[in-house]
Structure formats: structure tokens, C-alpha cells
């Protein structure tokens, strides 16, 4: 009696095993280059986990098809499905067996091998593809040329065609050239260019390109009529293997470049922009060259987006200073797949004159306090203490005076306001306290204001606080 119910689940166990029923197969194990081949599926029994198969023979599934069936046994309903996966095969291979889960049982389909023939060199096919590569040993980053030639015989009628280009996986495609057709022969040829850049190193494939044909065929059906049907081709292009190599550490570009700056001048007036345009020109990753921005000190410095076209960079940077600068060379560093090494590139470095330079006149300024100060330290030895005595009694006595009267505060309500409409005025006179946090960031947004094509908004009570604070007018 005990072991009966384990008796029990066993038999149970075995029947739903009898009622579960996995098999798998292919229409053809043996083709051309081209053909199409149907893998197809056959599940029976409950709780069936359907598989999910994107890919097969490290080939794309083109279409998938489904049919079920259920019917009763012994009273228990028994679910058929059977499911189908078309896939063009383009070399000789192997599907693996595939685990389905029934239940709580696992199943596995048997191996299945594929032969896949070379297609014919005749002379005479309808449609040839092929891929061809300007290059097979290459860096990461580093451009180059994948030609796609579709000829096509121009005798050949069909209803229909669909193509589908080849794929990249792992290559980032900078450009795809208009298609050229031209004539050769009893051919039609399509060429189409590809830029690629190889995203990483290893040895990376080209998938194959495929055109797809539609074309009528009469047959006799059963009843001895002619009937017209749509037969589909396919027409593969050749894989393309590539070796691509790591780039030196360090180095982020690879390609040859010439590097070059348009100035209009090297003069200009104070806190007025000095507009210059950075050009790089060449073929290579251009994608990866970063801002030429550079970090002058006591420079303020705008730098627009870096614009690429027609292999040509270009980005423009403005100068804002109230004195004379100089601006660094700019240059960029490489590594160049012709001569094998790495190449670094720069302009010459740039002195700026800014006219009537603030850092001058404050120089001359200071000059000549100092000479007044040294004066007055003399005349001031030269005199006797009882003169020192008087005049000191004198100033003491004028100062209580002006403390008394305030005569300022009658000064003050004649004078006219600065207009914070005069937003260039307002800058030069704030440029001298630029250390202050707040007066940088006001700084920062009447340069904007002036100088770049972006609308700021000042905050007006921010600045009124600050010309209030540092007594400006």
C-alpha cells in the first residue's frame, strides 16, 4: 500500500511521456548556393513551450509559418503544432539539436547536416552578385570601400524582385554612394560604394547580399490544364572576411589629415570677439576628433559644434579679452595606416594685439601713483615738525566738517545713472572684478548677450546690486 502511490505517479509520468512527441526536419539536406531551405518542427502533447529560433546555419530566418491541431484521447486533449523556419544557407553546416520543454520534460531533436554546393560559374545566370573590399587588413576606426556589383542579364523577365543589401554588423557605415548602372556585355550592372569603418578588432565578416526573383512557370495540374505559378530565386554575393587590427595605445584616430585656421586678423579692439575657423581636411574617423577649444588664462573663449562634410571639419571659435594674447597651435595626433606610424599635425601658435589693451593703461596708471607717492614722501621729509603739526590739525578739522554737512548726498542726486542699456560699457567696467563669483557669472551672460547669437536674459537686479556694490558709474 505504500508504494502504491508512487506506482500511481509513475504510470501518470509515463503516460503524459507517451502523449509528448518532438521531431525535427528539413526539406532538403543538400543544396545550392541560393536555395532556400525549410527547417520544420513537429510538437504534440501539453504544456508545450514553443522554441524561439531566430537564426540558423549563422543565417537569418527570412519566414516562419505555424499550423495546430488538437484532438482528444482517452478522453485528454493532445495539442500538434508545427512550426517551419525558411533560411538560405551559404556554406555547408550543421543545426544543432534544439531542447524543447513538454511538461516537465525535456526534449531534444536529432542533429541535422546540411550540404551546401557551390553555385555554377556559368556564363550564362540570369543575376550575379558579388562584394569586393578595397582593403582586408585594416584598423580600427580606419575608412574604407565595400562594392556591391549586381549584373543583371538584360533577356531576364520577371514579376517581381526584392533585395536585400548586405549586412554590417560591427562596422559603422559612414556614407552609401549613389548607384551606378551601366552596360557590359548582355549584362545590366548595378554598383553601389559603401564607406565602412570597422568598429572593433578581430577578424569581422560581411554577410552576404541577396536579390530575391519572382518568375511565372507553367505546370499541368491534375486535370491535364496548363496552370501558371510564382516560383521565387535567390541570388547570394560572395561573404567578405576582414581582418581588423587594434590602433596604438593612446592614439583615438587613425586616417591622414592636414590641419589648417582662417583668421581675418590678428588685431582687435578691446572686448570686441576675434573670430577664427579651425579646418581639418583628409579622410579618417572624423567622428572622434574632439573640440580644439583651448583654455587661455584671463580669455574668455566660445566654441560652436564641430560641423563634418564632404571630408572637410570645420569649427568656429571666438576670442573675448581686454588684453594682448596669445592662442596655442592647434593640433591633432594620428595614426596613419600608409606609413604605419604615428603622425602629429599643428598650426603655429597665434599673437593677438588687442588695441588700446586695458593691462596697459593700468600699468601706466600704477606708474605714475607710484611717482606721486614717492613726491609727496620727499615733500613730506622736507617739512618741519610744526608744519606737519598744522597741517594735520587743518585736515582733521576739514574732515569733521564734510562729516557734518554730507555735501555728497547732494552730489549723488544730480548724477545721472549708468543705463543698463549700455551692456558693453557695463562689461568693461566689471571686467576688473571677475574674481567675484557673482560678477563673473553676470560677466559670462552679457558676453553671451553680445558676442554669441544665443538670447540671455540679464538679470537686471543682480547686476543693479553689484554696480551698487562696487560704486560703479
Same mark, same amino acid.
Request: proline content about 3%.
Given at each position: 500500500?505504500?508504494?502504491l502511490?508512487?506506482?500511481?505517479?509513475?504510470?501518470?509520468?509515463l503516460?503524459?511521456s507517451?502523449?509528448?512527441?518532438?521531431?525535427?526536419?528539413?526539406?532538403?539536406?543538400s543544396?545550392?548556393?541560393g536555395?532556400?531551405v525549410?527547417?520544420?518542427?513537429s510538437?504534440?502533447?501539453?504544456?508545450?513551450?514553443?522554441?524561439?529560433?531566430?537564426?540558423?546555419?549563422d543565417?537569418?530566418i527570412?519566414?516562419?509559418?505555424?499550423?495546430?491541431?488538437?484532438?482528444?484521447?482517452?478522453?485528454?486533449?493532445?495539442?500538434?503544432?508545427?512550426?517551419?523556419?525558411?533560411?538560405?544557407?551559404?556554406k555547408s553546416?550543421v543545426i544543432?539539436p534544439?531542447e524543447?520543454?513538454?511538461?516537465?520534460d525535456?526534449f531534444?531533436?536529432?542533429?541535422i547536416?546540411?550540404?551546401?554546393?557551390?553555385?555554377?560559374n556559368?556564363?550564362?545566370?540570369?543575376?550575379?552578385?558579388?562584394l569586393?573590399?578595397?582593403?582586408?587588413?585594416?584598423?580600427?576606426?580606419?575608412?574604407?570601400?565595400?562594392?556591391l556589383?549586381i549584373?543583371?542579364?538584360?533577356?531576364?523577365?520577371?514579376?517581381?524582385?526584392?533585395f536585400?543589401?548586405?549586412?554590417?554588423?560591427?562596422?559603422?557605415?559612414?556614407k552609401?554612394?549613389?548607384p551606378?548602372r551601366?552596360e557590359?556585355?548582355?549584362y545590366i550592372?548595378?554598383?553601389?560604394?559603401?564607406?565602412?569603418?570597422?568598429?572593433?578588432?578581430?577578424?569581422?565578416?560581411?554577410?552576404?547580399a541577396?536579390?530575391k526573383?519572382a518568375s511565372?512557370?507553367?505546370?499541368?495540374?491534375?486535370?491535364?490544364?496548363?496552370?501558371?505559378?510564382?516560383?521565387?530565386?535567390?541570388?547570394?554575393?560572395?561573404?567578405?572576411?576582414?581582418?581588423v587590427?587594434?590602433?596604438?595605445?593612446?592614439v583615438?584616430?587613425?586616417?591622414?589629415?592636414?590641419?589648417?585656421?582662417?583668421?581675418?586678423?590678428?588685431?582687435?579692439?578691446?572686448?570686441e570677439?576675434?573670430?577664427?575657423?579651425?579646418?581639418?581636411?583628409?579622410?579618417?574617423?572624423?567622428?572622434?576628433?574632439e573640440?580644439?577649444?583651448?583654455?587661455i588664462?584671463?580669455?574668455?573663449?566660445?566654441?560652436?559644434?564641430?560641423?563634418? +562634410?564632404? /571630408?572637410? *571639419?570645420t569649427?568656429? %571659435?571666438? @576670442?573675448?579679452?581686454?588684453?594682448n594674447?596669445? &592662442?596655442p597651435?592647434?593640433s !591633432?595626433?594620428?595614426f596613419?595606416?600608409?606609413?604605419?606610424k604615428?603622425?602629429?599635425?599643428?598650426?603655429?601658435?597665434?599673437?593677438?594685439?588687442?588695441?588700446?589693451?586695458?593691462?596697459k593703461?593700468d600699468l601706466?596708471?600704477?606708474?605714475?601713483?607710484?611717482k606721486?607717492?614717492?613726491?609727496?614722501?620727499?615733500?613730506?621729509e +622736507?617739512? /618741519?615738525? *610744526?608744519?606737519?603739526? %598744522?597741517? @594735520?590739525?587743518?585736515?582733521l578739522?576739514?574732515? &569733521?566738517?564734510?562729516?557734518? !554737512?554730507?555735501?555728497?548726498?547732494?552730489?549723488?542726486?544730480?548724477e545721472?545713472?549708468?543705463?543698463?542699456?549700455d551692456?558693453k560699457?557695463?562689461?568693461?567696467?566689471?571686467?576688473?572684478?571677475?574674481?567675484?563669483?557673482?560678477?563673473?557669472?553676470?560677466?559670462?551672460?552679457?558676453?553671451?548677450?553680445?558676442?554669441?547669437?544665443? +538670447?540671455?536674459?540679464?538679470?537686471?537686479?543682480?547686476?543693479?546690486?553689484?554696480?551698487?556694490?562696487?560704486?560703479?558709474?
Open positions: 500500500m505504500k508504494n502511490g508512487k506506482i500511481l505517479l509513475l504510470l501518470l509520468i503516460q503524459n507517451l502523449f509528448a512527441d518532438v521531431s525535427a526536419s528539413v526539406d532538403s539536406t543544396v545550392t548556393v536555395d532556400t525549410t527547417y520544420t518542427v510538437l504534440s502533447g501539453e504544456d508545450i513551450e514553443k522554441p524561439s529560433i531566430k537564426s540558423l546555419c543565417s537569418d527570412i519566414s516562419t509559418g505555424s499550423s495546430t491541431s488538437i484532438q482528444s484521447i482517452n478522453g485528454k486533449m493532445k495539442s500538434s503544432y508545427e512550426l517551419s523556419y525558411q533560411f538560405i544557407p551559404t553546416c544543432k534544439l524543447i520543454k513538454i511538461g516537465s525535456k531534444l531533436t536529432k542533429e547536416k546540411i550540404e551546401v554546393k557551390a553555385m555554377s556559368s556564363a550564362d545566370k540570369d543575376f550575379i552578385l558579388s569586393h573590399s578595397n582593403k582586408k587588413e585594416l584598423y580600427v576606426g580606419e575608412e574604407f570601400e565595400v562594392s556589383l549584373k543583371q542579364k538584360s533577356s531576364v523577365r520577371f514579376i517581381d524582385s526584392r536585400t543589401p548586405p549586412k554590417f554588423n560591427g562596422f559603422w557605415v559612414k552609401e554612394l549613389k551606378q551601366y557590359d556585355g548582355d550592372i548595378t554598383k553601389v560604394v559603401y564607406v565602412l569603418a570597422p568598429q572593433r578588432e578581430s577578424k569581422q565578416v560581411i554577410k552576404p541577396y536579390i526573383i511565372r512557370i507553367k505546370r499541368l495540374n491534375s486535370f491535364g490544364m496548363m496552370n501558371q505559378n510564382v516560383k521565387w530565386k535567390h541570388y547570394l554575393s560572395n561573404e567578405l572576411e576582414l581582418d587590427k587594434p590602433l596604438p595605445n593612446g583615438k584616430l587613425v586616417g591622414s589629415f592636414q590641419i589648417e585656421y582662417e583668421l581675418k586678423s590678428n588685431e582687435v579692439e578691446v572686448n570677439p576675434l573670430n577664427l575657423t579651425v579646418k581639418v581636411r583628409g579622410n579618417g574617423n572624423f567622428e572622434d576628433i573640440s580644439f577649444k583651448p583654455y588664462k584671463g580669455v574668455n573663449i566660445f566654441d560652436e559644434k564641430i560641423s563634418i +562634410k564632404n /571630408s572637410v *571639419l569649427q568656429d %571659435i571666438a @576670442f573675448v579679452s581686454d588684453s594674447f596669445t &592662442i597651435p592647434f !591633432l595626433e594620428f596613419n595606416p600608409d606609413t604605419k604615428i603622425e602629429k599635425i599643428s598650426t603655429k601658435e597665434i599673437l593677438v594685439n588687442v588695441k588700446n589693451a586695458k593691462a593703461q601706466n596708471i600704477k606708474r605714475e601713483e607710484n606721486i607717492e614717492s613726491k609727496t614722501i620727499i615733500n613730506y +622736507k617739512l /618741519s615738525y *610744526l608744519k606737519i603739526a %598744522i597741517i @594735520f590739525i587743518i585736515g578739522s576739514s574732515g &569733521i566738517v564734510l562729516m557734518l !554737512l554730507s555735501p555728497w548726498k547732494y552730489i549723488k542726486k544730480g545721472k545713472s549708468m543705463s543698463l542699456k551692456s560699457v557695463i562689461l568693461i567696467k566689471l571686467l576688473p572684478y571677475k574674481d567675484d563669483l557673482e560678477v563673473a557669472n553676470i560677466i559670462e551672460e552679457l558676453e553671451k548677450s553680445l558676442y554669441s547669437k544665443e +538670447k540671455v536674459d540679464i538679470d537686471k537686479k543682480k547686476l543693479k546690486k553689484l554696480i551698487k556694490k562696487y560704486n560703479i558709474s
